[in-house]
């Protein structure tokens, strides 16, 4: 009887071929990036427009479910999205060992496709949260894997820049998907628009399935002997420097702060539990700060247009934040930058969106977050090859699921019971607020114990 990594060995290949990669390896890698991108906005974008979903399906199913002040269920469905995302990151990521790259991109968007799809004939909130929920969900983590991690194998130089670009593309997805369902919505009723976007969303994850491929390991290899060979025949130094010094112009896949060549070495390292820490503080505040800008804007006095914009505003700042923030990193060090950003996210918090009653602080607090906030997605990847290397990146980034699936599905809960039970007499909208200024003030410190950990020199480039 065959095992089962027999029958997922034999499963068919799905992406660019291994002999277009060595004919074609600048051309391959420009493909990977590109499709990398749309992946993104394709999966990710969908995650960060489900405000308009969330709107539509509160006025659906506040009266039926939510009498007697009762916290209404259909919060349950964008919490239990976020968190099934989150978990197949960590499935997606041992799958993408076994499988390869381009085939778990097809599942993932199977997934995602199907589950929009689905949810077009739900008449009730558990339906829509297993279909639209946990299905797409999953869908949307098993392709955010791989789009945020593939395109770093193909660089070993501004791969910040890089990976800001491709994870631009969340931004982009949000500002494009968010009135797209709305004209959907509008033209084609509710549950017609969720079916329809499943459709476009099927077809594109296939074609981005078509361009994904791992960077082969001999032209890793190739490009590795290449740099040693410059490095030792440029100047008549020392072997032990020529070594140092090939670390650094090699591709950093073995060469992370630790040395570490397995997920229980990792696991067993202080540094990953620190980033494990930050990453699912921060995250779960993101969220719940992009799902509640609308209502929130509507809240203190706003009108609904107004909200839309605050939002939109928000998720475009993200596509600026993603890109400059990846640049600089690749001059001040990944974990560096990765603690300035979340200590600015913290005290725009505190200090804008709290305080904030009119319509131009709001503005200044949502450029203010999406420019520092949304570095958040690339900086995972980026800290995780900074402390443990290339090899096995999907794997690593994958374990840092685990926690997010926790935290993403009480945070959203959380911040609705402080905003529709104190939310009567105003106090409702400034605890949201101090709620997620908390804790991304935990994230933080998670993050300056990580730097300390790694280094205690305070101009050191990590």
């Not at 090699?250 to 202080?270: E, I, P």
Request: proline residues 3%; aromatic residues 10%; hydrophobic residues 50%.
């Amino acid at each position: 009887m065959k095992s089962p990594r027999d029958l997922l060995a034999r499963l068919p290949k799905i992406g660019i071929t291994k002999s277009f990669c060595f004919a074609h390896p600048h051309i391959a890698a420009g493909i990977v990036v590109f499709a990398s991108f749309i992946g993104m906005i394709l999966g990710s974008g969908i995650t960060n427009s489900y405000g308009v979903f969330e709107e539509e399906y509160e006025n659906r199913f506040s009266n039926k479910n939510n009498n007697d002040g009762k916290i209404s269920s259909a919060i349950a469905i964008g919490a239990v999205h976020v968190s099934a995302n989150y978990l197949f990151t960590t499935i997606a990521g041992a799958l993408c060992e076994r499988v390869g790259m381009g085939l778990t991109t097809f599942i993932g968007g199977l997934m995602l496709s199907v589950g929009h799809i689905a949810a077009g004939f739900c008449t009730e909130v558990w339906q829509l949260v297993l279909t639209q929920g946990a299905l797409a969900g999953a869908g949307v983590g098993t392709i955010f894997i791989v789009v945020s991690t593939i395109p770093t194998s193909w660089f070993s130089k501004n791969q910040g820049f890089l990976i800001g670009v491709v994870h631009s593309g969340s931004g982009v997805g949000g500002l494009m998907l968010a009135p797209l369902t709305r004209f959907l919505i509008n033209k084609y009723t509710l549950m017609g628009a969720v079916k329809i976007l499943g459709i476009i969303l099927g077809v594109g994850i296939t074609l981005v399935s078509l361009g994904m491929a791992s960077k082969p390991e001999e032209l890793m290899d190739q490009e590795d002997e290449e740099n040693i060979e410059q490095i030792s025949t440029s100047d008549s130094i020392s072997e032990n420097k020529v070594s140092n010094l090939a670390k650094k112009r090699m591709s950093v896949r073995s060469f992370g702060v630790r040395d570490v060549h397995s997920t229980r070495a990792v696991l067993r390292s202080q540094e990953f539990w620190f980033l494990n820490i930050a990453v699912m503080l921060a995250e779960a505040a993101f969220y719940v700060v992009l799902f509640f800008l609308p209502v929130y804007s509507i809240g203190i006095g706003l009108t609904s247009e107004q909200g839309a914009l605050i939002a939109g505003v928000a998720n475009g700042a993200t596509i600026v934040g993603r890109i400059t923030i990846g640049y600089i990193a690749d001059l001040s060090g990944n974990i560096n930058m990765f603690f300035i950003t979340h200590l600015l996210v913290t005290l725009s918090c505190f200090f804008l969106w709290f305080p904030a009653k009119s319509f131009m602080i709001m503005m200044i607090f949502a450029c203010t977050f999406g420019l520092f906030a949304g570095s958040l997605t690339p900086m995972v990847p980026l800290c995780s090859v900074t402390l443990f290397g290339q090899n096995g990146l999907a794997n690593n980034v994958g374990l840092l699921g685990i926690g997010m699936v926790l935290t993403t599905s009480a945070a959203p809960v959380v911040a609705r019971v402080f905003y529709e039970k104190l939310g009567q007499n105003g106090a409702g909208y400034g605890t949201v607020a101090l709620f997620c200024g908390a804790i991304y003030f935990l994230a933080t410190l998670s993050i300056f114990a990580l730097r300390i950990c790694v280094s205690r020199k305070p101009w050191a480039k990590i």
